[in-house]
């Protein structure tokens, strides 16, 4: 499967924005989804994930601000996220995997490239 991702812009902080992760291939609906970041300098963690049943987790650092959502019939992944800060700024990707409820790159095998999300103070 092949991912793109975007909808990332400038935002100031408190603000919101809806990034999108376009899929090609017929068996999107049966990977786990998730999303990534990396900010400049840092290592790339961990956002959130979503597996084929729709089971959400996210990491501590944006529970309560972002929600992962997908659309099967469309092939499309999606991170709204609000109340952003500063250190949301990154690089979001999104990637696909068949292991559910993980945050662990390594079962990932599918990846897009990034969008950028650029919170200001």
């Known amino acids: 499967v092949q991912l793109q991702a975007s909808g990332g812009g400038l935002v100031q902080a408190g603000g919101s924005v809806k990034i999108s992760c376009a899929a090609a291939?017929?068996?999107?609906?049966?990977?786990?989804i998730a999303w990534f970041r990396q900010a400049p300098g840092k290592e790339r963690e961990w956002v959130a994930t979503?597996?084929?049943?729709?089971?959400?987790s996210y990491a501590d650092s944006v529970k309560g601000r972002f929600t992962i959502s997908r659309d099967n019939d469309n092939r499309r992944a999606f991170l709204q996220m609000n109340l952003l800060k500063p250190e949301d700024t990154g690089s979001y990707f999104c990637a696909a995997g068949v292991k559910e409820d993980t945050g662990d790159q390594r079962y990932f095998f599918y990846w897009g490239k990034g969008t950028q999300v650029t919170v200001s103070s």
């Open positions: 979503i597996n084929a049943r729709e089971g959400l």
């Open positions: 291939g017929t068996t999107f609906f049966a990977y786990t």
